[in-house]
């Protein structure tokens, strides 16, 4: 089998057997185990000059890094990938900035990385890249000769094209992206908005196979969710139930109910909304002071692009506010812990609460609704409050699904959610388990690669009719001169 080789803007520092390793990196290293093959990407480190990647090998696999120069990340990771295309994405257009040096850079940067992978590639290689900070990677290597099939996922939402054409460059962007063999998103509906496009802008049109032909290629597009491995999780959430952190936690609630919420720190996870949803409930149902405690677990990120030093002083307003507002000697309503947690740690305090609280204002997926469920006790599982926002709301058909933009229905939610009986949170929980399962990590890596090794058998039947007619032509020709 062709070698694997994945491409992301983190190479994602997995030490084998280390609990704190995400799902997505785990699955990513599983498959190129079977295939042998490298990941490839900047090593998280900023550099005085560009240099030729590191390369580590560690059994059939290869990490190969690359430094950023300061110039390098201020414009393409700072700047262009998360000042202008996540708000964007995420429909935050009044978070938004379009900064014409910064675009350049993230051009650069994309053909920077793209010509040092060119030297690690092998001619049957398949390639797998990963998300909004290399839209345009496909189209680098192609520049440079690089014809083995590329694939490329993306992890957050593509927005409507009304949306996608605020990005000034969108037309760039897009026949960029057309330039790789496989495209795929989270759900349907991302989908069709890359092909709404598309279509809209005349520029190509699909047919009911998935396929597209658009700016004069043709190009497979689907829907990937992402999925988690729910038993090991559940196996990691029951082990960890006993750790001194989970039993002080407990303890610390003395009987009442525990509402969990986990994200990074990011205005497109909806804290602020979620944290006023919770004072409407202590406000239209007093009976609960005293008796429900909200814990929201949230570390901050790319805390140096300004909006997110906003979000964090907003957020921890709101929950001294709401505190102030409502707590008592012995009750404090919501513990805001501004920190990373080991992850299996993570998924034994979402088995010790009785509801998740998960109210994206948009999210690709959002793997940490699926690990709620998945880290569930079956015999008496927390009931889930889920965002019809986030990719997950259409995988997860036992959650509460509510209107994050809705404050008194996600509140009438969370009171539904504390009230609800056993019986009821065990049929929801049995009806999110199975899909789970079925959709689990392994099927969504597994469904890409497939479509992406038929699309790399179709080019090179494809390349190697193109030749024989060539030749036969050629042949002809020669006959006919002779
Ligand atoms: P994220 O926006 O990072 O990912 P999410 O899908 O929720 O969002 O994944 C976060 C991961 O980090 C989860 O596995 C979670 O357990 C972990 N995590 C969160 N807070 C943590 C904390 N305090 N300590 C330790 N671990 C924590 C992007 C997209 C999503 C998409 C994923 C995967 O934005 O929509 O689901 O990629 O494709």
């Not at 940067?109 to 590639?121: D, E, G, P, R, S």
């Not at 409050?385 to 509460?400: E, H, I, M, W």
């Amino acid at each position: 089998m062709s070698r694997l080789i994945v491409v992301s803007n983190r190479v994602a520092p997995v030490q084998e057997g280390k609990p704190s390793a995400g799902g997505l990196a785990i699955g990513v290293l599983d498959a190129l185990k079977e295939t042998g093959g490298v990941w490839f990407g900047w090593s998280g480190e900023i550099v005085g000059e560009s240099a030729a990647p590191v390369v580590e090998k560690n059994g059939n696999v290869t990490y190969a890094t690359v430094g950023l120069t300061r110039r390098d990340y201020d414009q393409y990771y700072r700047g262009f990938s998360n000042a202008t295309l996540w708000p964007t994405f995420h429909y935050r257009n009044d978070l938004s900035r379009f900064d014409r040096e910064e675009y350049a850079g993230y051009m650069r940067v994309n053909a920077t990385l793209a010509a040092k992978l060119k030297t690690l590639l092998q001619p049957d290689d398949i390639i797998w890249v990963h998300d909004y900070h290399m839209l345009p990677f496909a189209q680098e290597l192609r520049k440079i000769g690089v014809t083995n099939p590329i694939g490329f996922f993306l992890h957050i939402p593509f927005p409507v094209p009304e949306v996608m054409r605020t990005v000034p460059p969108h037309e760039e962007l897009m026949t960029a992206m057309c330039q790789y063999d496989v495209v795929g998103f989270q759900t349907d509906n991302d989908k069709q908005s890359f092909v709404d496009y598309i279509e809209r802008s005349g520029r190509g049109h699909s047919s009911e196979d998935g396929m597209l032909q658009a700016f004069g290629r043709m190009l497979k597009v689907g829907a990937y969710p992402i999925g988690i491995y729910p038993d090991a999780i559940a196996k990691a959430a029951e082990q960890f139930s006993g750790r001194k952190q989970v039993k002080s936690l407990r303890d610390s609630m003395r009987g009442r109910k525990l509402i969990m919420s986990v994200d990074r720190l990011d205005y497109s996870k909806g804290l602020v909304e979620r944290f006023q949803a919770f004072e409407r409930l202590l406000l239209t149902a007093p009976g609960w002071h005293g008796r429900v405690s909200l814990v929201q677990i949230a570390p901050p990120t790319r805390s140096d692009v300004q909006t997110y030093q906003r979000i964090r002083q907003n957020l921890e307003g709101e929950a001294g506010r709401i505190n102030g507002r409502f707590a008592q000697l012995d009750w404090t309503p919501i513990q805001y812990l501004n920190r990373k947690y080991e992850r299996n740690l993570l998924m034994a305090l979402f088995r010790l609460s009785q509801v998740g609280y998960v109210t994206p204002l948009r999210d690709g997926m959002n793997l940490v609704a699926k690990e709620y469920v998945a880290s569930q006790d079956p015999a008496d599982p927390g009931a889930l409050v889920l965002s019809q926002f986030a990719g997950a709301a259409d995988q997860l058909p036992g959650a509460l699904v509510v209107n994050p933009f809705d404050l008194s229905q996600m509140s009438e939610a969370l009171e539904r959610a504390l009230s609800m009986p056993l019986a009821e949170r065990q049929a929801r929980h049995a009806d999110m388990m199975a899909p789970l399962r079925e959709n689990n990590l392994s099927v969504w890596r597994d469904s890409f690669l497939s479509d992406l090794r038929s699309v790399a058998t179709a080019s090179s039947v494809t390349a190697k009719t193109v030749k024989t007619v060539k030749q036969g032509a050629a042949t002809a020709k020669r006959a006919a001169r002779a």
